[in-house]
């Protein structure tokens, strides 16, 4: 393939060579001129004025003679089936078959697809900004030709314009999220390309202060009121002096300092997954058309299937209001009954709490208390009311689905004036989910049906034969959309877009060997070849291969779990204890349990999290996605991005960092997460007993599990959750026995002979 590259300059390239042969500036432009508009045929005439309009007719029609004829010279392929040039006697044009790829071309394909009328997606307007790197042919100069030139400056114009449009998009999609270290990304980006304008400089302002860095927040401010005085003999906006002055005085009471300048790692772009992106578009139409699809995306582990659905969700929040809660299935010791939805549950109380659904205190007394049955901390809204009493038949189980359901359908209709909002409920891993939770599913997909609701799922693959009655109904009923590996055309296409032509081919064949087609082990190598030094940033957004791969200490192909292990030991050792201590704590965990769990100060807390963002190992927990502001400008700076909540880049990740610790390392720090866990959650226990259970259990601290146990059995008994109650009672009894072999003196308690039959009672 020859790959035409015209942002920053003009480059040809076949394969790894770049092509030079071209004589003279106006072959080049003649290449350019039919390169981007390579689906029309020229006339001769037309060419011959455009680029030779100070010559006679005659002068100019040989010129252009020659100029073919040297572009046919230089352009491989030409005596081979499909020749790049198509010359006949009367017009010119590039061959369609020949297979050209144009950087342009690619980026209009990405503004295109990122800027569609029903998502602004995120995904394809970052593909376009990676292909900007500089003005369309920067330095490009033609003598006498002002036509060529016209049309030169207007196309500098609308691409540059393009590119700004989109670097706004991305900034906000970004800042909505809170996901800052992308936004700050982008809003470099958009201050190199617009220096003097004021909104991308707030912007920027807003995105370091919220990354903890207010000392570069304040010296932007400074470098744009020195930028304005020289150039425009201006001050700045009142808004932009309020933002400096609100960062100024609202400082954080304690900070730590961060090297500014070093850029986050290697964006890798989602490719290959072209078909599967097109399936989610039809089920998102359709839920805007007010079905209600169930849509199932399915792969093994690792094949990238919550980054396509994340991906996604992102492009569609971006052009509309609605509202996304996203509960996951997890691997556990011990069940939890309900567990994705009760992260879902919870994101529907933060967006509620923001102003986009129905605030639950407000809820009817016995439709309160069924959400409190499922989410103890919920009482504290009304603590007035008493507490729930168990569920004790199966009608008032499915009176508790029934309430909980509609609450969620309460969002569809939350639209601050508009007639309806389209819910997306995501659920991740339904593979892990407890059977308790897949009968509520079943009931939701059966009770919203025909609600502008779209039950997006991520799983391993599901059988409509599966022994699970609830998993095959509704894996029976789902659209399935199965996402595989990479092949080498997608390997390829991310070596390009990291490291441009000249290194593509040596990368992707270095990646392709190693990976196996597997999305997550290709980001993980990536992630290790900038651990080590050997990709390093370069200039516009290209990165830098080191001369040679073959010093990379890579364990054997295809072995992931030694590859997060090597990235687990390159970590420096205090971040590694850190980020082992996270492990434990839980998929997602809170920076203060952390913090507290650790025995850290808060600012080696802080520089743990910035290192293991940046390594692309944990990265910000997200419940919700919401249109509406999270909290204060204030608020969010004085917190900084390295507090809140958190959760590993993927389960895999949080193993490999488990298991590098002996078993007695790790029963230590299950005890140290459960102890700091009852003093942060003092008010609020009940919520989490099965937590608490499964760590001291974890500990073997037999004595310490128990309680926790015991509660954990009568509230699955209290929700009808007669599997999970029966693991419960069994880990009570099993407990027991273990106390009781420990105890040597006289004193001893006799183990409690009717524990599994109280087993067998909580199933009934």
Not at 16 to 22: A, K, N, P, S, Y
Not at 569 to 578: F, V
Not at 615 to 620: A, K
């Given at each position: 393939?020859i790959r035409?590259?015209?942002?920053g300059?003009f480059e040809v390239w076949?394969g790894?060579?770049?092509?030079?042969?071209?004589e003279s500036q106006?072959?080049?432009?003649?290449?350019?001129y039919?390169?981007c508009?390579?689906g029309?045929?020229?006339?001769?005439?037309?060419?011959a004025?455009?680029?030779?309009?100070?010559q006679?007719?005659e002068?100019?029609?040989?010129a252009l003679r020659?100029?073919?004829?040297?572009?046919r010279?230089?352009?491989?392929?030409?005596?081979?089936p499909?020749?790049?040039?198509?010359?006949?006697h009367?017009?010119?044009r590039?061959n369609p078959?020949?297979g050209?790829?144009v950087?342009v071309h690619?980026?209009?394909?990405a503004?295109?697809?990122?800027a569609?009328r029903?998502?602004?997606?995120p995904?394809?307007l970052?593909?376009?900004?990676?292909?900007?790197?500089?003005?369309?042919?920067a330095g490009?100069f033609?003598?006498?030709?002002?036509?060529?030139?016209?049309?030169?400056i207007a196309?500098?114009?609308?691409?540059?314009e393009?590119?700004?449009e989109?670097l706004?998009?991305l900034?906000?999609s970004y800042?909505?999220?809170?996901?800052y270290r992308?936004?700050?990304?982008?809003?470099?980006r958009l201050?190199?390309l617009e220096?003097?304008?004021?909104e991308p400089?707030r912007n920027?302002?807003?995105?370091?202060?919220m990354?903890?860095?207010?000392?570069?927040?304040l010296?932007e401010?400074?470098?744009?009121?020195?930028l304005?005085?020289?150039e425009?003999?201006?001050?700045?906006?009142?808004?932009t002096?309020?933002l400096y002055?609100?960062i100024?005085?609202?400082a954080?009471?304690q900070?730590?300092p961060?090297?500014?300048?070093e850029?986050?790692?290697?964006?890798?772009?989602?490719?290959g997954r072209?078909?599967?992106?097109?399936?989610?578009r039809?089920?998102?139409r359709?839920?805007?058309?007010g079905?209600t699809p169930?849509t199932?995306v399915?792969?093994?582990?690792?094949i990238?299937?919550?980054?396509?659905i994340?991906?996604?969700l992102?492009?569609?929040?971006g052009?509309?209001?609605?509202?996304?809660?996203?509960g996951?299935?997890?691997?556990t010791?011990?069940?939890?009954?309900?567990?994705?939805?009760?992260d879902?549950?919870r994101g529907?109380f933060d967006?509620?709490?923001e102003g986009?659904?129905?605030?639950p205190a407000?809820?009817?007394p016995?439709?309160?208390?069924?959400?409190?049955?499922?989410?103890?901390e919920?009482?504290?809204?009304?603590?007035e009311?008493?507490p729930?009493a168990?569920l004790k038949r199966?009608a008032?189980?499915?009176?508790?689905?029934e309430?909980?359901?509609?609450?969620?359908?309460?969002f569809?209709?939350?639209g601050l004036?508009?007639a309806t909002?389209p819910l997306?409920?995501?659920?991740d891993?339904l593979?892990?989910?407890?059977?308790d939770?897949?009968e509520?599913?079943?009931?939701?997909?059966?009770?919203l049906r025909?609600?502008?609701?779209?039950f997006l799922i991520?799983?391993?693959?599901?059988?409509p034969?599966d022994?699970?009655?609830?998993?095959?109904?509704?894996a029976?009923d789902?659209e399935h959309?199965?996402?595989?590996?990479?092949?080498d055309g997608?390997?390829?296409e991310?070596a390009?877009?990291?490291?441009g032509?000249?290194s593509a081919?040596?990368l992707s064949?270095?990646?392709s060997?190693?990976?196996?087609?597997?999305?997550?082990?290709?980001?993980?190598?990536i992630n290790?070849?900038?651990?080590?030094?050997?990709l390093?940033?370069?200039d516009?957004?290209?990165?830098?291969?080191?001369?040679s791969?073959a010093?990379a200490?890579v364990p054997?192909?295809?072995?992931l779990?030694?590859?997060l292990?090597?990235r687990v030991?390159?970590?420096?050792?205090?971040?590694?204890?850190?980020a082992?201590q996270?492990?434990f704590?839980?998929?997602t965990f809170?920076?203060?349990?952390?913090?507290?769990?650790?025995?850290?100060?808060?600012?080696?807390?802080?520089?743990?999290?910035?290192l293991?963002l940046k390594?692309?190992?944990?990265?910000?927990s997200?419940?919700?996605?919401?249109?509406?502001g999270r909290?204060?400008?204030?608020?969010l700076?004085?917190?900084?991005?390295r507090?809140g909540?958190?959760?590993?880049?993927?389960q895999?990740?949080?193993?490999?960092l488990a298991?590098?610790?002996?078993?007695a390392?790790?029963?230590?720090?299950?005890?140290r997460?459960?102890?700091t866990?009852e003093?942060?959650?003092a008010?609020?226990?009940?919520?989490?007993?099965?937590e608490l259970?499964?760590?001291?259990l974890?500990?073997?601290k037999?004595?310490?599990?128990?309680?926790y146990?015991e509660?954990?059995?009568?509230?699955?008994r209290?929700?009808?959750?007669?599997?999970?109650?029966?693991?419960?009672a069994?880990a009570a009894?099993?407990a027991?026995?273990?106390l009781?072999?420990?105890r040597?003196?006289d004193?001893?308690?006799?183990?409690?002979p009717?524990s599994?039959?109280?087993?067998e009672a909580?199933?009934?």
């Open positions: 393939m035409v590259r015209l942002f300059g076949h790894d060579r770049q092509v030079r042969g071209f106006k072959v080049r432009a003649l290449f350019v039919l390169a508009q390579a029309r045929a020229f006339s001769r005439d037309h060419l004025g455009l680029l030779w309009p100070e006679e007719e002068g100019a029609r040989h020659q100029a073919i004829y040297n572009l010279l230089a352009l491989p392929g030409k005596d081979g499909t020749p790049p040039l198509l010359v006949s009367g017009d010119i590039i078959a020949a050209l790829w950087d690619a980026f209009e394909e503004i295109k697809r990122g569609s029903d998502a602004a997606d995904h394809h970052a593909t376009a900004v990676q292909l900007y790197r500089g003005d369309f042919l490009f033609v003598r006498d030709s002002s036509s060529f030139e016209e049309w030169l196309e500098q114009e609308r691409l540059r393009a590119t700004v989109a706004r998009a900034i906000e800042r909505r999220r809170g996901e992308f936004g700050l990304h982008y809003a470099r201050v190199a220096p003097l304008a004021e400089r920027l302002m807003r995105f370091y202060a990354t903890g860095r207010r000392s570069q927040a010296a401010y400074e470098d744009l009121v020195a304005l005085d020289r425009l003999g201006v001050d700045p906006l009142a808004e002096r309020e002055e609100s100024r005085d609202d954080p009471t900070g730590i961060i090297a500014d300048g850029p986050i790692g290697p964006i890798i772009p989602l490719a072209r078909g599967a992106w097109d399936r989610l039809d089920s998102w359709r839920t805007l058309s079905e169930v199932v399915e792969g093994e582990t690792g990238g299937k919550t980054r396509l994340r991906t996604f992102d492009a569609v929040s052009s509309r209001r609605i509202v996304v809660l996203r996951a299935g997890r691997p010791l011990l069940p939890s009954p309900f567990l994705p939805w009760l879902l549950l529907a967006e509620a709490a986009g659904g129905p605030d407000k809820l009817a016995e439709k309160f208390a069924d959400l409190v049955r499922l989410l103890p919920v009482a504290l809204r009304r603590p009311l008493p729930p168990p199966a008032d189980r499915r009176r508790m689905f309430t909980v359901v509609d609450y969620l359908a309460g569809c209709s939350a004036g508009m909002v997306v409920i995501f659920l891993d593979h892990l989910v407890d059977d939770s897949l509520l599913l079943q009931y939701a997909i059966a009770r025909g609600r502008p609701c779209w991520a799983s391993e693959a599901i059988e034969d022994p699970r009655p609830c998993l095959s109904a509704i029976k789902a959309v199965t996402i595989r590996r990479f092949d997608a390997v390829e991310i390009v877009s990291l490291v032509d000249v081919g040596e064949h270095w990646l060997e190693r990976c196996r087609g597997l999305p997550f082990a290709l980001a993980e190598l290790l070849l900038w651990d080590e030094g050997l390093t940033p370069g516009n957004g290209i990165w830098q291969l080191a001369s791969l010093t200490v054997e192909s295809g072995d779990e030694a590859l292990g090597e030991r390159r970590l420096p050792s205090s971040i590694r204890r850190l082992i996270a492990s704590a839980g998929w809170e920076a203060d349990l952390l913090q507290r769990a650790a025995d850290e100060h808060p600012a080696v807390v802080e520089i743990g999290l910035e293991l390594r692309w190992l944990i990265r910000q997200i419940r919700y996605w919401s249109t509406f909290a204060s400008d204030v608020v700076w004085q917190r900084g991005a507090r909540s958190f959760e590993f880049a993927h895999q990740v949080r193993e490999a298991s590098s610790v002996f078993p390392r790790q029963r230590a720090l299950h005890v997460v459960a102890e866990l003093v942060l959650a008010d609020h226990l009940e919520s989490h007993t099965e259970a499964a760590h001291y974890a500990a073997e037999w004595e310490r599990a128990l309680p146990l509660r954990a059995e009568t509230r699955a209290g929700l009808l959750a007669r599997s999970a109650a029966i693991r419960y069994t009894a099993e027991r026995l273990k009781a072999a420990e040597t003196d004193s001893a308690e006799p183990t409690d009717f599994f039959e109280r087993a909580a199933a009934d």
